[in-house]
Protein backbone atom coordinates (compact mmCIF):
# COMPACT_ATOMS: atom_id res chain seq x y z
CA UNK A 1 0.00 0.00 0.00
CA UNK A 2 1.43 3.12 -1.15
CA UNK A 3 2.13 5.82 1.35
CA UNK A 4 2.86 9.43 2.21
CA UNK A 5 3.70 11.68 5.09
CA UNK A 6 4.29 15.27 4.76
CA UNK A 7 5.98 17.41 7.21
CA UNK A 8 5.78 19.59 8.85
CA UNK A 9 2.44 20.06 9.59
CA UNK A 10 2.50 23.61 9.70
CA UNK A 11 5.24 26.35 9.07
CA UNK A 12 4.83 30.07 9.90
CA UNK A 13 7.68 31.52 8.06
CA UNK A 14 8.35 35.47 7.55
CA UNK A 15 8.01 37.32 4.33
CA UNK A 16 11.40 36.86 2.45
CA UNK A 17 12.65 33.71 4.72
CA UNK A 18 13.23 30.93 2.69
CA UNK A 19 12.10 27.46 3.29
CA UNK A 20 11.59 23.26 2.41
CA UNK A 21 8.34 21.52 2.57
CA UNK A 22 9.09 17.23 2.80
CA UNK A 23 7.03 14.76 1.35
CA UNK A 24 8.33 11.48 2.02
CA UNK A 25 6.79 8.16 -0.12
CA UNK A 26 6.83 4.87 -0.19
CA UNK A 27 5.10 3.08 -3.70
CA UNK A 28 5.48 -0.09 -5.09
CA UNK A 29 6.70 1.82 -8.14
CA UNK A 30 6.60 5.33 -8.48
CA UNK A 31 4.65 6.84 -11.14
CA UNK A 32 5.13 10.33 -10.53
CA UNK A 33 4.71 12.88 -7.89
CA UNK A 34 2.27 15.61 -7.63
CA UNK A 35 2.33 18.70 -5.74
CA UNK A 36 -0.53 20.90 -5.22
CA UNK A 37 -1.45 24.30 -3.77
CA UNK A 38 -5.15 23.94 -1.69
CA UNK A 39 -6.85 27.71 -0.70
CA UNK A 40 -9.02 27.46 2.09
CA UNK A 41 -12.42 26.08 0.80
CA UNK A 42 -10.95 25.55 -2.82
CA UNK A 43 -9.71 22.27 -5.06
CA UNK A 44 -6.20 21.68 -5.40
CA UNK A 45 -4.21 23.78 -7.66
CA UNK A 46 -1.87 21.92 -9.68
CA UNK A 47 2.15 23.04 -8.87
CA UNK A 48 4.01 20.27 -10.42
CA UNK A 49 4.47 16.73 -11.37
CA UNK A 50 8.21 15.14 -10.91
CA UNK A 51 8.87 11.48 -12.32
CA UNK A 52 12.05 10.06 -11.90
CA UNK A 53 14.90 10.68 -8.79
CA UNK A 54 17.42 13.99 -9.66
CA UNK A 55 14.28 15.83 -11.43
CA UNK A 56 13.86 19.80 -10.24
CA UNK A 57 10.67 21.92 -11.33
CA UNK A 58 10.50 25.12 -10.58
CA UNK A 59 7.77 28.28 -10.93
CA UNK A 60 8.08 31.03 -9.79
CA UNK A 61 9.08 31.30 -6.42
CA UNK A 62 8.62 27.23 -5.56
CA UNK A 63 10.86 24.87 -6.59
CA UNK A 64 10.23 21.12 -6.33
CA UNK A 65 12.84 18.12 -6.49
CA UNK A 66 12.66 14.29 -6.03
CA UNK A 67 14.61 11.57 -4.54
CA UNK A 68 13.84 7.74 -4.62
CA UNK A 69 12.33 8.53 -1.06
CA UNK A 70 11.25 11.83 -1.17
CA UNK A 71 10.71 14.91 -2.38
CA UNK A 72 10.88 18.70 -1.19
CA UNK A 73 8.96 21.98 -2.29
CA UNK A 74 11.61 24.88 -1.72
CA UNK A 75 10.27 28.24 -1.11
CA UNK A 76 12.65 31.26 -1.70
CA UNK A 77 11.67 34.50 -0.36
CA UNK A 78 8.30 33.68 -0.10
CA UNK A 79 5.41 36.31 0.06
CA UNK A 80 1.86 36.69 2.07
CA UNK A 81 0.55 35.08 -1.25
CA UNK A 82 2.08 32.12 -0.83
CA UNK A 83 0.20 30.95 2.46
CA UNK A 84 -1.78 27.82 1.78
CA UNK A 85 -1.69 24.53 2.27
CA UNK A 86 0.64 22.05 -0.04
CA UNK A 87 -0.24 18.36 -0.60
CA UNK A 88 2.08 16.20 -2.18
CA UNK A 89 -0.08 12.92 -3.93
CA UNK A 90 1.15 10.28 -5.49
CA UNK A 91 -1.06 8.06 -8.39
CA UNK A 92 -0.91 3.78 -8.32
CA UNK A 93 -1.19 2.18 -11.12
CA UNK A 94 -4.80 2.23 -10.65
CA UNK A 95 -5.04 5.76 -11.43
CA UNK A 96 -6.01 6.29 -7.72
CA UNK A 97 -4.07 9.31 -6.01
CA UNK A 98 -2.67 8.86 -1.99
CA UNK A 99 -2.42 12.27 -0.65
CA UNK A 100 0.01 12.96 2.45
CA UNK A 101 -1.60 15.32 4.98
CA UNK A 102 -0.57 18.74 3.96
CA UNK A 103 2.22 21.41 5.24
CA UNK A 104 -0.08 24.25 6.05
CA UNK A 105 2.47 27.29 5.58
CA UNK A 106 1.55 30.61 6.70
CA UNK A 107 4.14 33.65 5.59
CA UNK A 108 3.34 36.79 7.90
CA UNK A 109 4.07 39.79 6.16
CA UNK B 1 -10.24 26.49 -21.20
CA UNK B 2 -12.56 26.00 -18.91
CA UNK B 3 -11.75 24.19 -15.51
CA UNK B 4 -13.34 21.23 -13.80
CA UNK B 5 -16.74 22.39 -12.59
CA UNK B 6 -18.96 21.33 -9.11
CA UNK B 7 -22.08 21.71 -8.66
CA UNK B 8 -23.26 22.74 -5.98
CA UNK B 9 -21.29 24.54 -3.92
CA UNK B 10 -22.61 24.14 -0.87
CA UNK B 11 -25.30 21.71 0.21
CA UNK B 12 -27.01 20.76 3.88
CA UNK B 13 -28.73 17.79 4.53
CA UNK B 14 -30.13 16.15 7.58
CA UNK B 15 -29.79 13.00 8.46
CA UNK B 16 -30.88 9.49 6.63
CA UNK B 17 -31.25 12.07 3.25
CA UNK B 18 -29.63 11.37 -0.06
CA UNK B 19 -27.48 13.73 -2.00
CA UNK B 20 -26.13 14.01 -5.72
CA UNK B 21 -23.35 16.06 -6.97
CA UNK B 22 -22.69 16.62 -9.89
CA UNK B 23 -19.30 17.24 -11.75
CA UNK B 24 -18.52 18.62 -14.99
CA UNK B 25 -14.82 17.57 -16.11
CA UNK B 26 -12.40 19.13 -18.73
CA UNK B 27 -13.26 19.26 -22.58
CA UNK B 28 -11.12 16.20 -23.73
CA UNK B 29 -10.73 14.58 -20.22
CA UNK B 30 -12.48 11.34 -20.01
CA UNK B 31 -11.22 10.48 -16.52
CA UNK B 32 -13.35 11.38 -13.79
CA UNK B 33 -12.25 10.78 -10.14
CA UNK B 34 -13.99 11.37 -6.68
CA UNK B 35 -12.20 12.64 -3.61
CA UNK B 36 -13.44 13.16 -0.12
CA UNK B 37 -11.84 15.36 1.93
CA UNK B 38 -12.19 16.14 5.84
CA UNK B 39 -9.95 17.42 8.79
CA UNK B 40 -9.13 14.42 9.94
CA UNK B 41 -9.08 12.33 7.57
CA UNK B 42 -7.45 14.81 4.85
CA UNK B 43 -8.29 13.60 1.31
CA UNK B 44 -8.94 9.95 0.60
CA UNK B 45 -10.34 8.54 -2.61
CA UNK B 46 -13.72 7.65 -3.65
CA UNK B 47 -13.62 5.99 -7.29
CA UNK B 48 -13.09 6.90 -10.66
CA UNK B 49 -14.66 6.76 -14.08
CA UNK B 50 -13.41 6.37 -17.60
CA UNK B 51 -15.69 5.74 -20.55
CA UNK B 52 -19.04 5.82 -18.25
CA UNK B 53 -17.42 2.66 -16.06
CA UNK B 54 -16.26 2.59 -12.89
CA UNK B 55 -11.99 1.45 -13.01
CA UNK B 56 -11.39 1.88 -9.36
CA UNK B 57 -13.11 2.14 -5.89
CA UNK B 58 -11.65 3.16 -2.75
CA UNK B 59 -12.67 2.11 0.86
CA UNK B 60 -15.74 3.25 1.41
CA UNK B 61 -19.78 1.97 2.34
CA UNK B 62 -21.73 0.99 -0.29
CA UNK B 63 -23.95 4.09 0.25
CA UNK B 64 -21.48 6.10 -1.93
CA UNK B 65 -22.17 5.66 -5.16
CA UNK B 66 -21.51 6.96 -8.28
CA UNK B 67 -21.65 7.50 -12.54
CA UNK B 68 -20.70 8.93 -15.54
CA UNK B 69 -22.43 9.60 -18.72
CA UNK B 70 -21.24 9.58 -21.94
CA UNK B 71 -20.41 13.00 -22.16
CA UNK B 72 -17.75 12.23 -19.00
CA UNK B 73 -19.87 14.48 -16.92
CA UNK B 74 -20.29 12.51 -13.13
CA UNK B 75 -22.40 12.37 -10.55
CA UNK B 76 -21.64 10.74 -7.00
CA UNK B 77 -24.59 10.14 -4.81
CA UNK B 78 -24.50 9.46 -0.60
CA UNK B 79 -27.83 7.59 0.76
CA UNK B 80 -28.69 7.42 3.78
CA UNK B 81 -26.59 10.33 5.41
CA UNK B 82 -24.46 10.04 8.10
CA UNK B 83 -22.92 13.16 10.15
CA UNK B 84 -19.56 12.05 9.36
CA UNK B 85 -20.59 12.33 5.62
CA UNK B 86 -20.30 16.17 5.82
CA UNK B 87 -16.90 17.08 4.02
CA UNK B 88 -15.85 18.88 0.74
CA UNK B 89 -16.59 16.60 -1.73
CA UNK B 90 -13.85 17.47 -4.71
CA UNK B 91 -13.81 15.95 -8.03
CA UNK B 92 -10.57 15.91 -10.63
CA UNK B 93 -10.42 15.03 -14.13
CA UNK B 94 -7.49 13.89 -16.42
CA UNK B 95 -6.97 12.54 -20.00
CA UNK B 96 -6.70 8.92 -19.90
CA UNK B 97 -4.40 8.32 -17.04
CA UNK B 98 -3.01 11.00 -14.35
CA UNK B 99 0.79 10.92 -15.83
CA UNK B 100 -0.09 14.30 -16.90
CA UNK B 101 -1.57 15.64 -13.94
CA UNK B 102 -5.15 15.84 -12.45
CA UNK B 103 -7.03 19.01 -12.36
CA UNK B 104 -9.30 19.45 -9.64
CA UNK B 105 -12.69 21.50 -9.17
CA UNK B 106 -13.37 23.59 -6.48
CA UNK B 107 -15.34 21.39 -4.21
CA UNK B 108 -19.11 20.74 -2.70
CA UNK B 109 -19.21 21.41 1.12
CA UNK B 110 -22.08 18.88 2.34
CA UNK B 111 -22.94 19.49 5.69
CA UNK B 112 -25.17 17.08 7.02
CA UNK B 113 -26.97 18.33 10.39
Known amino acids: EDQVTQSPEALRLQEGESSSLNCSYT??????LFWYRQDPGKGPEFLFT???AGEEKEKERLKATLTKKESFLHITAPKPEDSATYLC??????????FGGGTRLMVKP | KAGVTQTPRYLIKTRGQQVTLSCSPI?????VSWYQQTPGQGLQFLFE???????NKGNFPGRFSGRQFSNSRSEMNVSTLELGDSALYLC????????????FGSGTRLTVV
Open chain 1, 89 to 98: AVPNAGNMLT
Open chain 2, 27 to 31: SGHRS
Open chain 2, 49 to 55: YFSETQR
Open chain 1, 50 to 52: LYS
Open chain 1, 27 to 32: VSGLRG
Open chain 2, 92 to 103: ASSRRTGENGYT
